[in-house]
């Protein structure tokens, strides 16, 4: 049995929707990378090339995460042979890069430096193969990396199941046609990124790859909207929030050609949404978005403003809280007794590779055998039965959109030999959600360079998202009447000027 004919065949839902869709439209341009058309039969071509390459059943294969052709396809081919794909961002420190491919006991690694590669422990099967030898839907189909107490990589393995269904209704959210022309914006290292090239490509419309998206600037990112005709752009709320200033700032709109605006990652704030409204664009889908690694993508999404958007009784203002929205049609939902938000059905992770206690803490099964993920999410519910975000149960914060645990990042602090005590929590810096730390020094220590000797050594260990965006070097942290850490009263205290030392 080759390999094409697991790309042809009934390797998984996905793939069957991305080999149909080739079938439909062969010529149809796939990916456009910087203007150049690669179309959606010579992308299945490339991706069935690699399947026969690396062979049947690979086990986990890292990829390099660049905003490249060869990245989708990697994405693709792996898929097609039956492995688990892993993207690995090659900007990340050496050493992080290590600990995560060994975390998943990953031997083989397209483009990156095979040094990095160990050899792993051998680590728990997660899940089977048919009887007939297609793909069994629970068999992993990629992992991806959340942050965690320890302080090491936390690998989260998705099903195939999980993620045929989560595009299945994407597809049909996004209202995605053949004409669609999808801008690829997220970090190639996050699950935001599948919910633009998935999708797309399973309905012949054009992902966009384009370095203008990343300039920095945004009359260059608007001008390459327009020249490309991207109609769907999925953009983080805190990148969402910048373009909706500098659009009111320079009484600017969007370019004609953009029909829907999906944003997600962190709450969106009711004074750029009162400026959006401004605008013009009342034919442009405002869709708000919510979702966890751990749940495959989107689980629920409420439109905010555009054709599709109920209509408000007044403005938006401040102090009001935007709804996440109601959960698609594959999955299932309940709050507990405390308002925790508890997800359900085929979307949900497998769990964290390796790591059985951190699993069974996240992942519950009932009475009937179904299985939930405990998000840590409060919320409420509308009459309507659209949920609003009330909050987290947990210290854990979104930064760039990416969820991150202060724990994990006081553990590499707390690694340096000049830290004595170490608290991080979450905050908004220049109208930004960032992490702040507070470290006090260890006695004979220079608290005057601590603070550059921190970001170094952290620069050295995590990607840049765990590096804060501001360190104070304080002489004592707050504690609780238990003797542990107070995040939040340590911030509070310590948010003025850091004090003089001797």
């Excluded at 491919?101 to 483009?111: F, Q, W």
């Excluded at 470290?439 to 620069?459: C, I, N, S, W």
Aim: proline share 8%; glycine share 10%.
């Amino acid at each position: 049995m080759t390999n094409n004919r697991n790309i042809n065949g009934a390797t998984s839902d996905l793939i069957d929707a991305f080999t149909e869709t080739v079938r439909r439209y062969p010529a149809h341009p796939a990916i456009v990378h910087h203007g150049q058309n690669l179309n959606y039969r010579q992308l299945h071509e490339s991706a069935s090339s690699l399947a026969t390459r690396i062979g049947t059943g690979p086990g986990v294969v890292a990829v390099p995460a660049t905003h490249t052709p060869d990245t989708v396809i990697g994405l693709l081919g792996i898929l097609a042979a039956g492995g688990a794909y892993c993207p690995v961002d090659p900007a990340f420190p050496p050493q992080r890069q290590r600990e995560m491919l060994a975390a998943v006991g990953c031997r083989t690694a397209l483009g990156l430096d095979p040094e990095l590669l160990s050899e792993p422990a051998e680590l728990p099967r997660l899940a089977a193969t048919s009887r007939d030898g297609t793909e069994h839907p629970g068999r992993p189909a990629y992992l991806l990396f959340t942050s965690g107490s320890t302080g090491q990589p936390k690998p989260v393995v998705t099903p195939r199941r999980a993620i045929s269904a989560a595009v299945d209704s994407l597809r049909t959210l996004f209202g995605l046609t053949p004409e669609d022309r999808v801008l690829q914006f997220a970090s190639l290292n996050w699950d935001t990124c599948f919910e633009e090239i998935l999708p797309t490509l399973t309905t012949g419309a054009a992902l966009v790859l384009d370095r203008e998206a990343h300039s920095g600037s945004f009359p260059r990112f608007l001008r390459m909207i327009e020249r490309e005709r991207i109609t769907v752009l999925d953009l983080p709320t805190a990148f969402w929030h910048e373009l909706v200033l500098h659009l009111a700032e320079e009484g600017a709109g969007l370019p004609g050609c953009v029909r829907l605006v999906v944003i997600g990652g962190e709450p969106a704030g009711p004074a750029r949404l009162a400026d959006w409204a401004a605008l013009d664009t009342g034919r442009v889908r405002l869709l708000n978005t919510y979702g966890s690694t751990e749940t495959t993508l989107i689980t629920h999404a409420v439109d905010l403003h555009g054709p599709l958007a109920a209509v408000r009784d007044r403005p938006w203002a401040a102090g009001d809280r935007v709804p996440i929205g109601r959960a698609l049609p594959h999955v299932r939902e309940r709050i507990d007794e405390r308002g925790e938000l508890m997800i359900g059905g085929p979307a949900v992770a497998l769990g964290y590779l390796g790591l059985p206690e951190a699993t069974a803490a996240r992942f519950t099964e009932d009475a009937e055998g179904v299985r939930w993920y405990r998000t840590g999410d409060r919320v409420s519910r509308a009459p309507d039965g659209v949920l609003t975000h009330q909050g987290r149960m947990d210290g854990e914060f979104k930064v760039r959109g990416i969820r991150v645990d202060p724990a994990e990042v006081e553990a590499h602090i707390g690694g340096h030999p000049g830290v004595q005590a170490v608290a991080v929590t979450g905050a908004t810096v220049a109208g930004r959600s960032a992490l702040v730390a507070y470290v006090v020094p260890r006695a004979g220590t220079a608290a005057g360079t601590l603070d550059a000797e921190v970001r170094a050594h952290l620069r050295d260990r995590v990607p840049g998202h765990l590096v804060p965006s501001r360190i104070t070097v304080v002489p004592e942290l707050v504690l609780t009447a238990s003797g542990k850490v107070d995040r939040a009263a340590s911030h509070r205290r310590h948010s003025a000027p850091a004090p003089a030392y001797p």
